[in-house]
């Protein structure tokens, strides 16, 4: 089933912060190694947040270089959706402290957490608000700040998390729409797998350790993303009547090179056509699709017209795929 669509992507910007956290600083952190480190993960370094900086931060100044890019004007928004997990209050929303740095006027802001699914679900809410006719023009953001969740004294989880910020502006265009299918799903009981605690500590009566501090299940969660996530791919094709021959990037949560690189070699598709940003900025939650697409725009891969695959999963677990078409101009 194609995806009724009026909408398009048609800005990016992003922001990491300048504190780099390298293989050989992790590893006199923990007992571990560069050589370890990219055997498992593929990953060399990530970005850190400074004490004072937060993922509000993040995410105005993503906004801030996508205004610069961006050569329309962004004063007619008037939704703005945060992807984040790390939201630097319960309440207000990030959403909202972004509205009152920019001062934009009947603005709606809302924050959503489907953790790494998180850009992939807001892409998805603002071609639906846009094409019903109730919005025009939606800023969706990305952000997180994962190092002041992530347990440093943990030598399997401390060396994959990294923060950073994307934006994406989604606006109404009837005659040239971006949004063509998409595919989600949940499956809640692998919740236990990767948590972070909030005002509970069980979960369906399992004591939960943690802390406030991220826990995962590397080898669950692994299993899980490479076993569904073929099959996503090959619902998405179906459903857009396409091959993968006729995708030109497949650009999926960077969540760990190694499990991207099952899941290619799995769903068939070569490595020469996905774009990630783990390498560099480490697994970055939901931002991690947005700082691998505005990778593939700097580096000169990525062109107005492309057919992409985006496929964001998480924890939850929870994951949402989507097929569009890139629509921002080249700068």
């Given at each position: ?29 923990v007992?571990t190694?560069d050589?370890?480190?990219?055997q ?9 947040a400074c004490?004072q ?17 961006y050569?329309g ?5 008037d939704?703005i ?10 309440f ?7 509205q ?9 802001a ?7 699914a ?7 809410m603002a071609?639906g ?8 023009k ?11 969740v ?7 989880s401390?060396i994959?998390?990294?923060?950073g ?5 989604v606006e109404?265009d ?7 299918t ?17 005002l509970r500590?069980?979960?369906k ?17 692994y ?8 099959d996503?791919?090959k619902?998405l094709?179906k459903q857009?009547?396409?091959n ?14 190694r ?12 490595t020469e056509?996905?774009l990630t ?11 991690s ?6 990778e ?6 990525l ?8 496929y964001?999963?998480?924890g939850?677990f929870?994951?949402?795929?989507l097929?569009?078409?890139w ?5």
């Open positions: 089933m194609k995806t009724l669509s009026k909408a398009r992507i048609s800005a990016i910007g992003t922001y990491v912060p300048e504190k780099r956290l390298t293989n050989e600083d992790l590893e006199k952190i007992d190694s050589e370890w480190i990219t498992r993960t593929g990953m060399k370094e990530r970005r850190l004490e900086e937060f993922t509000s931060d993040l995410c105005i100044k993503a906004v801030e270089n996508l205004k610069h890019r050569k004007t962004l004063d007619d928004i939704m959706i945060v992807s984040t997990t790390t939201a630097d209050y319960a207000p929303s990030t959403a909202c402290q972004i009152e740095h920019f001062g934009w006027a009947d603005v709606g809302v924050d959503v957490n489907a953790t790494c998180g850009l992939t679900y807001g892409l998805h071609n608000l846009i094409t019903s006719g109730l919005h025009r939606i800023l969706v953001i990305s952000g997180e700040t994962l190092s002041k992530t347990d440093y004294t943990d030598r399997t401390c994959l998390f990294g923060d910020a994307g934006a994406l502006l109404r009837e005659t040239a729409p971006g949004f063509i998409f595919v989600q799903g949940t499956k809640g009981d692998g919740a236990r797998h990767l948590y972070r605690t909030g500590s069980d979960l009566g399992e004591q939960l350790a943690g802390g406030g501090k991220m826990v995962q299940n590397g080898r669950e969660v299993k899980w993303a490479v076993r569904t996530i073929p996503g791919i619902t094709l857009a009547d396409l993968l021959e006729d995708i030109d990037w497949f650009v999926p949560h960077s969540a760990n090179l499990m991207i690189e099952s899941i290619c070699e799995k769903a068939g598709i070569p056509k996905v940003s783990v390498e560099w900025f480490g697994n970055t939650s939901s931002a699709i947005v700082l691998a697409l505005d593939a725009v700097k580096n000169d891969k062109k107005k017209g492309d057919t992409l695959l985006l964001g999963f998480g939850g929870t994951y949402t795929g097929i569009v078409k629509g921002v101009p080249a700068s």
